[in-house]
């Protein structure tokens, strides 16, 4: 079904908007709604425009003086009895009559089977900049300089399972359009006869690295319903880009929120990713990058707000890591379509979907918003101390999101939901000691080893079947089985693990299956062996040495797709060739594909041969 979510060519007089009203527009809660001294004080937007001065009043043409419009009856707005109590719109005092630019198309997100958000950017083309009152069916939502000029709206009422267009336009000028978008919402939480749900999978998308072809898959094949981002959606660094024309506009690390701004702004022009925004809804997450390299709840690699190193000594641009994260987060919110869930606990990310008894997502922030101190680069050794300790409290996701997860998927099984997926941002499974080729990664779940245990023991031991995750961070590919015996025994945990435990252990039971995708743009780990060829020869050494993973490339960019019906979960991953140094859309090849059948807790074999990238020997 088709559905026209149209934004109504409506204005009211500005100084008729409260507050409340400005919350329409979800852009303004972000991120913290009840913590408004935090994020944008929408009493304050209002109280400014009630003291507009009078030039400024004096841009916005008074609706009754405009001449193109007949007078009566008046088509082109909406009958008396839409939004603001406001009966006559001809008598609208304000209006902003000028043409938008609708600068960056539109993006939709975070289905329900009920609602989901829609959202777009309107800049007026005018030499003033003033709020832009909009509205859609069901309620007015208002934008402006306060939020970048976003518009992010739930449309809500919708019906499940269902493909929608939609469309913003200019309140002033309906034939002031933005691009039309599709989105589809999820199935119904309470449905039994899901049809195949399909994914495509990113992370790592990083602008003067390359071109995002990865983004135009799903376009180009119409092979996935739901696009999933698991974070470096963006990149802060102010480097690169030159041989490929994609020079950051700031020279420099991100600090200011209108850096951060911006940098959405410059990511937002790829053609592919515009694309993608505008057929696709998306499920976001981030990662570090979205603020500052393995950041933490207090910190990055070089932003802090120790006083004990002289105030911010480690900050970039001398701004304080706690102000520097509340800007990254804050043009998150604003510029990503996503949901803000509990926006009074910590801007928290983490949630939940649930597609029917098909499946359900558990959607994790391993990163910002409760993970104790990370590997810094100059603390290694330390973090590596403290990483082995599985007795430990360290916590990669904080308490409170390891009772969400470990309930989450507890009631996922007990009430016969077939698959639990896991959006996660790094690598859960225990990534060998080979030093020849590749050292521990303690950023990634390797140094949170006991919060590692925790999570596969209770799912061991709550016997919960067809949990799959889906890793992002390493710009290369990976296939794990993940479970407590498989995970230690490819660590220097093994001697933790009791004699009999491990003589008993049922490998089919708890078992987590874990799918790691490339970089959409990102070089890493396969490139810095030069070759392809080398490259593998790397990634043989890494699946001989590592009694858990199954498959490893390092070299393509790419993305995976996964599709998942009662019966079975396919992952495949997918490579597009010369490390995006160009852009090449329609050039992408099947590097790999792994199967799960449900309630066998691995994944088939024998394996496929992978077109690029290496197996286990003998699977
Ligand atoms: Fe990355």
Same mark, same amino acid.
């Given at each position: 079904m088709i559905l026209s979510l149209l934004i109504l060519p409506l204005l009211a007089g500005i100084a008729q908007a409260s507050p409340e009203e400005l919350e329409q527009n979800l852009a303004y809660r972000s991120p913290y709604v009840s913590h408004p001294a935090l994020g944008i004080d929408t009493r304050q937007v209002y109280k400014r425009h009630l003291e507009a001065s009078a030039e400024v009043r004096s841009d916005l043409k008074k609706r009754q003086e405009q001449t193109d419009i007949p007078s009566g009856e008046d088509s082109e707005y909406p009958?008396?009895?839409?939004?603001?109590?406001?009966?006559?719109?001809?008598?609208?005092?304000?209006?902003?009559? %000028?043409?938008?630019?609708?600068?960056?198309?539109?993006?939709? %997100?975070?289905?329900?089977?009920?609602?989901?958000?829609?959202?777009?950017?309107?800049?007026?083309?005018?030499?003033?900049?003033?709020?832009?009152?909009?509205?859609?069916?069901?309620?007015?939502?208002?934008?402006?300089?306060?939020?970048?000029?976003?518009?992010?709206?739930?449309?809500?009422?919708?019906?499940?399972?269902?493909?929608?267009?939609?469309?913003?336009?200019?309140?002033?000028?309906?034939?002031?359009?933005?691009?039309? &978008?599709?989105?589809?919402?999820? $199935?119904?939480?309470?449905?039994?006869?899901?049809?195949?749900?399909?994914?495509?999978?990113?992370?790592?998308?990083?602008? $003067?690295? %390359?071109?995002?072809?990865?983004?135009?898959?799903?376009?180009?094949?119409?092979?996935?319903?739901?696009?999933?981002?698991?974070?470096?959606?963006?990149?802060?660094?102010?480097? &690169? %880009?030159?041989?490929?024309?994609?020079? $950051?506009?700031?020279?420099?690390?991100?600090?200011?929120?209108?850096?951060?701004?911006?940098?959405?702004?410059?990511?937002?022009?790829?053609?592919?990713?515009?694309?993608?925004?505008?057929?696709?809804?998306?499920?976001?997450?981030?990662?570090?990058?979205?603020?500052?390299?393995?950041?933490?709840?207090?910190?990055?690699?070089?932003?802090?707000?120790?006083?004990?190193?002289?105030?911010?000594?480690?900050?970039?641009?001398t701004v304080c890591f706690s102000d520097r994260a509340m800007h990254a987060k804050r043009a998150y919110f604003e510029w990503l379509p996503i949901r803000q869930v509990d926006l009074g606990d910590q801007a928290r990310i983490w949630?939940?979907?649930?597609?029917?008894?098909?499946?359900?997502?558990?959607?994790?922030?391993?990163?910002?918003?409760?993970?104790?101190?990370?590997?810094?680069?100059?603390?290694?050794?330390?973090?590596?101390?403290?990483?082995?300790?599985?007795?430990?409290?360290?916590?990669?996701?904080?308490?409170?999101?390891?009772?969400?997860?470990?309930?989450?998927?507890?009631?996922?099984?007990?009430?016969g939901t077939v698959w639990k997926l896991i959006w996660n941002q790094v690598i859960l499974g225990s990534q060998t000691p080979d030093q020849a080729t590749f050292t521990i990664n303690y950023d990634a779940w390797d140094g949170y080893q006991g919060n590692r245990q925790r999570l596969l023991q209770h799912i061991y031991d709550q016997s919960i079947d067809n949990v799959a995750v889906f890793t992002g961070d390493t710009h290369a590919t990976w296939l794990f089985e993940n479970n407590i015996q498989a995970t230690l025994q490819g660590s220097d945990d093994i001697t933790t693990l009791a004699a009999s435990e491990a003589t008993t252990y049922d490998h089919q039971r708890g078992t987590v299956v874990e799918f790691g995708g490339t970089a959409v743009s990102s070089s890493g780990w396969g490139n810095s062996w030069g070759s392809y060829e080398n490259s593998t020869v790397a990634a043989k050494r890494m699946v001989e040495n590592n009694p858990t993973l199954l498959y490893s490339k390092g070299y393509h960019r790419g993305y995976m797709t996964v599709s998942v019906n009662y019966t079975h979960l396919e992952t495949y991953w997918y490579s597009y060739p010369g490390n995006q140094q160009a852009r090449v859309p329609n050039n992408r090849t099947l590097a790999m594909r792994a199967t799960m059948e449900a309630g066998m807790n691995h994944v088939q074999r024998p394996l496929m041969t992978p077109t690029f990238g290496a197996i286990k020997p003998g699977f």
């Open positions: 009958q008396p009895g839409y939004g603001l109590g406001v009966t006559d719109w001809s008598n609208s005092n304000y209006i902003y009559a %000028g043409d938008l630019n609708f600068t960056h198309s539109v993006a939709s %997100g975070d289905p329900y089977d009920y609602s989901v958000i829609l959202w777009t950017r309107a800049y007026p083309a005018s030499t003033y900049r003033v709020d832009i009152p909009q509205c859609e069916v069901q309620r007015w939502s208002l934008t402006g300089a306060d939020v970048d000029w976003t518009v992010k709206v739930e449309a809500t009422g919708l019906s499940a399972s269902t493909l929608y267009s939609y469309q913003f336009e200019n309140c002033a000028k309906p034939d002031n359009k933005s691009p039309i &978008g599709k989105t589809r919402t999820a $199935p119904g939480k309470m449905a039994t006869d899901v049809p195949t749900q399909r994914f495509a999978i990113y992370s790592c998308s990083n602008y $003067p690295n %390359g071109f995002f072809s990865a983004y135009s898959g799903p376009v180009v094949h119409e092979d996935a319903d739901y696009v999933v981002h698991l974070g470096d959606y963006i990149y802060e660094s102010g480097t &690169g %880009g030159a041989a490929i024309g994609r020079v $950051p506009s700031k020279g420099a690390e991100l600090a200011s929120l209108d850096d951060y701004r911006r940098r959405y702004d410059e990511h937002r022009t790829d053609v592919d990713l515009l694309s993608m925004h505008q057929n696709i809804p998306i499920i976001a997450i981030w990662d570090d990058h979205e603020t500052a390299n393995n950041d933490w709840k207090a910190g990055s690699s070089d932003s802090n707000d120790s006083i004990s190193t002289g105030g911010c000594a480690y900050s970039n641009g949630r939940d979907f649930r597609f029917g008894d098909l499946l359900d997502i558990y959607a994790l922030d391993t990163r910002k918003y409760d993970r104790d101190i990370t590997d810094l680069s100059y603390n290694t050794d330390y973090v590596a101390t403290l990483a082995q300790d599985l007795d430990s409290s360290r916590s990669m996701v904080g308490p409170q999101q390891e009772k969400w997860i470990e309930d989450g998927l507890k009631a996922s099984q007990d009430r």
